[in-house]
């Protein structure tokens, strides 16, 4: 798995950058066939603050691309935001692409 995590306007710091990996090391830990990571932290320039700190996120699986992206007036609660998203994402492509047939059950006489 490659994980890049990269910042617009915004200084990525190495607890900013263990923050990130350890919040994306669940998904990783749910689906073990993700081929690569890119996180884009940003700060926009919105005079509201509420929504300034971004997070974005694609994540390249094996047949698909997911992308989620979430916005706080915290860094730190943009990343939890945008990781519970993605994991949800992950599980719900994990569950469509396992095999679903199942044998149907013999009747007994």
């Known amino acids: 798995m490659n994980l890049t995590i990269n910042g617009h306007d915004l200084e990525v710091t190495p607890a900013l950058r263990g923050y990130v990996t350890s919040k994306l090391e669940r998904i990783s ?6 081929v690569d990571i890119r996180v884009l932290l940003k700060v926009d320039n919105l005079k509201e603050k509420d929504l300034r700190q971004r997070a974005e996120c694609n994540i390249h699986v094996k047949g698909r691309d997911l992308f989620a992206e979430s916005a706080h007036a915290d860094l730190y609660a943009a990343v939890d935001e945008l990781a519970d998203k993605l994991d949800r994402q992950v599980l719900r492509y994990k569950t469509k692409t396992q095999d679903h047939n199942h044998e149907a059950v013999k009747r007994l006489m």
């Not at 830990?29 to 993700?34: I, S």
């Open 29 to 34: 830990r749910h689906f073990d066939q993700v």
